[in-house]
């Protein structure tokens, strides 16, 4: 059983800066792929980025250029750096792992953590 722990979500003003972290027990994380998703309030959950076992990411278009995830194999932990926050980026942000494939369908991965607010002020 694969256990994930997001923590580093916190509130923040626009333009502002966060690192989420999310650590990994029980299994071999250096063959997860990873990803993050977000829901915000009455919303549905969305992909926000992956990155594979091979360490190549992929990003959801609203934040290309802002989000960088990457992967330490080492500790067994995926960031999110988070930079020029918005407002709209304001979510409950989770973790997942899943061994089929990089992708950016929830429905694919197998295992989440239980999420960190992210709070934006405008």
């Known amino acids: 059983q694969v256990q994930l722990v997001e923590s580093g979500g916190g509130l923040v003003q626009a333009g502002g800066s966060l690192t989420l972290s999310c650590t990994a027990s029980?299994?071999?994380?250096?063959?997860?792929?990873m990803g993050w998703f977000r829901q915000a309030p009455g919303k549905e959950r969305e992909f926000v980025a992956a990155?594979?076992?091979?360490?190549?990411?992929s990003y959801a278009d609203p934040v290309k250029g802002r989000f960088t995830i990457s992967r330490d194999n080492s500790k067994n932990t995926v960031y999110l750096q988070m930079d020029s926050l918005k407002p709209e980026d304001a979510a409950v942000y989770y973790c997942?792992?899943?061994?089929?494939?990089?992708?950016?369908?929830?429905?694919?991965?197998?295992?989440w953590g239980q999420g960190t607010q992210v709070t934006v002020s405008s």
């Open positions: 990155v594979s076992y091979r360490a190549t990411a």
């Open positions: 029980g299994g071999t994380f250096s063959r997860y792929h």
């Open positions: 997942a792992s899943q061994f089929r494939g990089a992708s950016s369908s929830s429905g694919v991965y197998d295992y």
